[in-house]
């Protein structure tokens, strides 16, 4: 591992060991933290999904025919003003 020297109050230095993030053990520890925390997880139910999925379809769909309709209008008008 590669040494560096780090300051300390009133100019004392120490060394100390710089780790590598990509080291075995430290890939390890976030692998167990991250274990940890997705037992923490509150996941929703079935009906819950379904609906929350519905309503984020249909405002696509909404959202998609109120761009699509802005643009076809808007490119009517441009197309009318350049002629």
Not at 29 to 47: A, H, R, S, Y
Request: proline fraction near 2%; aromatic fraction near 8%; hydrophobic fraction near 45%.
């Amino acid at each position: 591992m590669a040494k560096m020297t780090k300051s300390v109050a009133k100019g004392k230095q120490v060394e100390v060991e710089k780790k590598s993030i990509f080291s075995p053990a430290s890939i390890r520890t976030f692998v167990d933290e991250v274990k940890v925390e997705f037992t923490k997880i509150v996941w929703p139910d079935k009906k819950t999904t379904i609906s929350l999925t519905g309503v984020v379809v249909v405002f696509s769909i909404l959202a998609s025919i109120y761009l699509g309709s802005v643009d076809l209008i808007l490119g009517k008008i441009i197309d009318t003003v350049l002629r």
